[in-house]
C-alpha cells in the first residue's frame, strides 16, 4: 500500500518502519515566510532522514468570520508553492474546495488535501483522483474511521491508488474534538496509508469571538500517541510566531519546537520497531 510514497519521497531517505511528516504553515501568508519554514523544516527533516512534504493552503475557504484572513491571491500563492518544490526538491501538499479547484491546484503540487469537512463530496473526490496526484482525504470530524473506506473506494473508481487518510479528531460536545486512536489502525485496514494531523485535532472551533481556539500544549502528547499506535505520517501545522500567524495560530506549534519533537518521536518509533523485530 505504500509503494507510491517511494516515488513522492523520490531523493530523500524513506523508511516504511518509519514515519514521514507534512508540515507548514495554515496558509500562504508571503514568499518570504514560505521560503523560510521550508527551508528550516527541510533542513532538520534531511538530517534526521524523515520524509518531509512541506504544507501550506494557497486559499483557506472554511473561516468561521466572514473577515478572517483567506489568502494572498490563488495564482500568485500556487506559484509560491511551485518555487518550494523546485528550491528544496521537496513534493507539496495544499487543501482544495470544489472540482474546478483540482485542475488549478494540481500543476503546482504533488498532493491534494480534502479538507474533513468535504470528504464526502464525490465531484471533489473524482476531480482531485482524476489529476493523478496523491490525494490526501482528512477523516470528517463526523465519522469514523471505518466509514471512509467509501471515499477511499470512490478515488479508486478513478483509478488512482495513490491516496492517503488523515485522523483529524471527531466533534465531541460543543466547540472540542476528541481523537479515537482506534481509527489509525481501523484506517490503515483499508489499504492506504494513515497520517495522524496533531494540530487540527487540538481546534476548539467556532468561539464565540469568531477566531478558532486551541491547545496546542498537548501536540506533542497526541503526536507521540500517533506514532505510538503507528501512524504511518504526522501533519503538523507550525509557524515562526504563531501568536502572528495569519490562520490558526491557536493551535500551532512554534517552529523553533519541531526538531526537539521530532526527535522524540524517533526514539518512539525505533523502540517500537525493535520490540516489534523477532530479531
Known amino acids: 500500500m505504500k509503494s507510491f510514497l517511494k516515488t513522492l519521497f523520490q531523493g530523500q531517505s524513506y523508511d516504511p518502519r518509519s514515519f514521514f511528516l507534512l508540515a507548514g504553515p495554515c496558509v500562504v501568508e508571503s514568499e518570504k515566510g514560505v521560503m523560510e519554514i521550508a527551508s528550516t523544516i527541510s533542513t532538520c527533516c534531511r538530517h534526521l532522514q524523515i520524509p518531509y512534504v512541506f504544507k501550506a493552503s494557497y486559499r483557506k475557504a472554511n473561516r468561521t468570520n466572514s473577515s478572517s484572513f483567506t489568502g494572498i491571491g490563488d495564482q500568485q500563492a500556487l506559484e509560491i508553492l511551485q518555487n518550494v518544490r523546485t528550491a528544496y526538491n521537496i513534493p507539496v501538499v495544499t487543501d482544495i474546495h470544489t472540482a474546478e479547484e483540482a485542475k488549478l491546484a494540481a500543476p503546482h503540487v504533488d498532493v491534494l488535501q480534502i479538507p474533513a469537512f468535504l470528504c464526502r463530496q464525490t465531484d471533489l473526490l473524482l476531480a482531485a483522483a482524476e489529476t493523478g496526484k496523491v490525494v490526501n482525504i482528512k477523516k470528517g470530524q463526523f465519522l469514523s474511521g471505518p466509514a471512509m473506506r467509501f471515499a477511499v473506494e470512490k478515488i479508486k473508481a478513478a483509478r488512482n491508488e495513490k491516496i492517503l487518510l488523515t485522523e483529524r479528531g471527531t466533534t465531541f460536545g460543543y466547540q472540542d474534538l476528541v481523537v479515537d486512536y482506534r481509527n489509525i489502525p481501523w484506517m490503515q485496514e483499508i489499504g492506504v496509508p494513515v497520517v495522524m494531523d496533531v494540530t487540527h485535532a487540538l481546534q476548539q472551533p467556532n468561539q464565540t469571538t469568531g ?23 504526522l501533519f503538523i501545522e507550525t509557524h515562526p510566531n504563531p501568536s502572528l500567524a495569519k490562520s490558526d495560530g491557536a493551535n500551532m506549534l512554534p ?16 523502540a517500537i520497531s525493535a520490540n516489534e523485530d523477532p530479531q
Open 211 to 233: 477566531v478558532t481556539g486551541g491547545n496546542p500544549q498537548l501536540i506533542g502528547t497526541l503526536a507521540k500517541a500517533a506514532i505510538a499506535t503507528g501512524a504511518d505520517g
Open 255 to 270: 517552529l523553533h519546537q519541531l526538531e526537539a519533537l521530532l526527535k522524540e518521536l524517533i526514539k518512539i518509533r525505533k
